[in-house]
């Protein structure tokens, strides 16, 4: 009876804890995409875009705060406590979203601090459903797990990234925004409201701790694969849509085409992505995302460079086959992310990674600013170019061609 109460819950619980992920990345979303393109019609200088990617702080630093987090989700006797976690972080969300509608009036120090507050509480409640996915879903159910995280997270960008730019283009600021409040109360309130499976072991005795975490040796060298993957992978992601903006294309065009990139191909790509790392492995899928976004980058830089190259085909590769190639190499990397981690203390193993994630990305996200607007966008292009290669050799002289024969024969979805 047990068996098939879980069997019936399992699924429902893998949907709502999509609905998270989906919320978590519609911010996301309008940070990294809607954002910069909306201030860079509104005429705000490459550098001065490159201070955006300081809103990812939270993500870096959260790290600090999870063993707190987790130490009150995961009390030593009693029930997990992650959906007040989560529902206190909304309400956070909620109340500085609901500022930024007031943006036309506000001088920028206070809009960058109702930013900040926004990402602080989306971080914080990230690492409640981390936490939750690695310890409450059976690790045969890691492969779905996973591919609700990444493939909730792409159907947020298209939301929070594309969908949300248009409605901004189309009917303003403030109704934008209260737009965007209504996409994560819609999202979040499934996994609020429905009843979710309890962790399936102890917290760990001694308590959440960064030290216990950073002594293990699959630890460090998952943060220095991601260090790696993110640098190839991330470092002018934030310039797509500006540099689309400043070849004539307009927000509701570089909206719609981001729409359908993570919506449609981000989606494909985290579902395909899951059969393909456990056909060919981690460091395979991997190296394969990698080259794939080199082309994405190598078009880029064709037409920053002024070869006649069609904008059409700009637009597709930046806005829709980027999101297929990040999203293929994500599936494999938080694939890996679910195993490394221990159980008892989840939420600060999990966010370490995630936290190099958004630290490598922040730093270089601004570097790139800088160089978009001192040297041009042709310097920004071949600099990530020869970047996405040295990384490429990183994380294959990282992971080993036996660590790959081991995914390739140990990783599989749930019911292979």
Not at 7 to 33: D, K, N
Not at 360 to 365: F, R
């Amino acid at each position: 009876m047990g068996g098939t109460r879980a069997q019936v819950i399992l699924p429902v619980a893998l949907a709502s804890l999509g609905g998270l992920y989906v919320t978590q990345s519609i911010l996301g979303g309008f940070i990294w995409s809607t954002l910069p393109a909306y201030m860079r019609q509104q005429g705000m200088g490459l550098d001065q875009l490159g201070f955006l990617s300081l809103l990812i702080l939270p993500w870096t630093l959260k790290v600090l705060w999870s063993p707190w987090i987790e130490q009150w989700r995961r009390p030593a006797c009693g029930p997990a406590r992650t959906k007040p976690v989560i529902a206190l972080g909304g309400v956070a969300v909620l109340v500085a979203a609901a500022s930024l509608a007031l943006i036309a009036d506000l001088p920028l120090p206070w809009t960058i601090a109702a930013l900040f507050a926004v990402a602080t509480a989306t971080a914080t409640v990230d690492i409640a459903c981390d936490g939750h996915a690695v310890e409450a879903i059976p690790e045969a159910s890691y492969g779905w797990a996973n591919m609700m995280q990444v493939g909730g997270a792409y159907v947020g960008s298209a939301f929070g990234g594309g969908l949300l730019l248009v409605a901004i283009d189309r009917m303003g600021w403030r109704p934008g925004i209260g737009l965007l409040i209504v996409m994560c109360l819609v999202a979040s309130l499934p996994f609020l409201m429905l009843r979710q499976p309890s962790p399936s072991s102890p917290p760990a005795r001694s308590g959440p701790s960064l030290r216990a975490a950073l002594r293990r040796p699959e630890i460090r060298r998952g943060l220095w694969v991601t260090a790696l993957y993110v640098a190839a992978m991330k470092s002018c992601l934030g310039y797509f849509g500006p540099f689309l903006v400043d070849h004539g294309f307009t927000l509701s065009e570089v909206g719609l085409f981001s729409a359908s990139g993570s919506l449609v191909v981000g989606v494909i790509g985290a579902v395909a992505g899951g059969l393909i790392v456990a056909r060919l492995g981690t460091m395979t899928v991997l190296l394969l995302a990698l080259a794939g976004q080199a082309f994405v980058l190598l078009y880029c830089l064709g037409v920053a460079s002024g070869l006649p190259l069609p904008l059409a085909a700009l637009a597709w590769l930046t806005q829709i086959g980027s999101s297929a190639w990040l999203a293929l190499g994500f599936v494999a990397l938080y694939a890996r992310f679910m195993e490394w981690s221990d159980p008892g203390q989840a939420g600060v193993d999990f966010t370490l990674f995630q936290c190099m994630d958004a630290g490598t990305g922040m730093i270089l996200g601004f570097l790139a600013g800088q160089v978009a607007e001192r040297l041009g966008y042709s310097s920004l292009f071949g600099i990530c170019l020869l970047l996405s290669l040295l990384c490429g050799i990183g994380i294959h002289r990282s992971i080993g061609m036996r660590a790959a024969a081991s995914d390739t024969a140990g990783q599989g979805l749930p019911g292979q």
